[in-house]
């Protein structure tokens, strides 16, 4: 077990030294230049313009930056935003809690609707309630997620907020500050639990429809157990498993948040922060970010192996 988590350890540090050696050179591909978009329709002269090249040192070879960038990231200094003129990791902190808080929230709430349907229409293969479900879950996993938040918008935008995390006049207290956030969360939670919970009940269903004729479902039945049961106690323990390589895969993916969610109903998040330095481009807020959530994503990658070989001693045994 050690030596299992030695290399997996290894190859996550691996991995994340590509991502920083990445993150630098991705986004100076892409079209704009920062200077030319931070002065625009201001009346600005050559000599401003390379003072602030200057300043951000962007006036260097692309080798030079590359080396400034190795060795602040090095340090744990993600470098200073060129919109915001603050610390990356300051802005990414601010904005973390909010993403987790919301994505997290319809993470669960997806996982809990998708393997309950995903549990019920395999074990009712061919039913109404298997089609109706299967049908109705495809459908809402191909539409574009921006486009499902703008229709909610527009039917229930006088029930419920479209846009920000919270009302400036709620009062201080807790209760009162929750209750509005709450009241933010509801569009953007049903937005994503509609979109993503699709995965989660296709691929319980495959699996537990994987099971169903397994030689150890047969013997629990010839024991005398009810359906029910065979099904809670047998089937799905067994059918979780492939589920749960998913789930971590997606808490992963928590903390880069939904940038077009974010975006339609302009939540503080790191996704909507990722949208606005790339509307800059914001060349150190990009890069912060890009490490951040590719690092989330690998840490996840390495628990979803160790907790997969600690429920499943065939994993072991290989």
């Known amino acids: 077990m050690i030596g299992h988590l030695a290399r997996k350890l290894g190859g996550a540090l691996a991995s994340l030294v590509f991502v920083v050696v990445l993150g630098f050179f991705l986004f100076r591909v892409i079209p704009g230049d920062p200077v030319v978009a931070m002065t625009r329709g201001r009346p600005v002269g050559s000599a401003q313009i390379a003072d602030l090249r200057a300043r951000l040192g962007l006036d260097k070879s692309l080798g030079e930056q590359f080396l400034d960038y190795l060795v602040n990231a090095a340090r744990g200094d993600l470098g200073t935003s060129y919109v915001y003129n603050r610390p990356v990791a300051d802005l990414i902190g601010e904005r973390l809690w909010p993403t987790v808080l919301l994505v997290g929230t319809a993470t669960a709430l997806a996982v809990v609707v998708g393997l309950w349907l995903g549990i019920r229409g395999a074990w009712r293969r061919g039913s109404r309630f298997d089609r109706v479900s299967t049908g109705v879950a495809l459908t809402q996993w191909a539409m574009p997620t921006f486009w499902l938040g703008m229709l909610l918008s527009m039917a229930t935008g006088d029930l419920f907020p479209t846009g920000g995390m919270r009302y400036p006049d709620t009062p201080p207290d807790f209760l009162s500050q929750s209750l509005d956030v709450a009241h933010h969360m509801v569009?953007?939670?049903?937005?994503?639990?509609?979109?993503?919970?699709?995965?989660?009940?296709?691929?319980?269903?495959?699996?537990?429809?994987e099971e169903m004729h397994a030689d150890y479902l047969v013997t629990a039945r010839a024991k005398g157990l009810r359906d029910d049961l065979v099904r809670r106690r047998h089937a799905v323990p067994n059918a979780l498993l492939p589920t749960v390589t998913l789930v971590f895969l997606h808490l992963g993916l928590v903390v880069s948040g939904a940038i077009t969610v974010e975006t339609v109903f302009s939540w503080p998040g790191l996704g909507l922060l990722t949208y606005e330095a790339l509307t800059g481009p914001d060349l150190p807020l990009l890069q912060g970010t890009f490490v951040v959530l590719a690092g989330a994503v690998i840490t996840m990658n390495v628990l979803a192996d160790l907790v997969y070989r600690v429920l499943d001693p065939r994993v072991r045994a290989a």
């Open 187 to 209: 569009l953007p939670v049903i937005t994503m639990v509609a979109v993503v919970y699709a995965q989660y009940l296709l691929v319980m269903r495959s699996s537990l429809l």
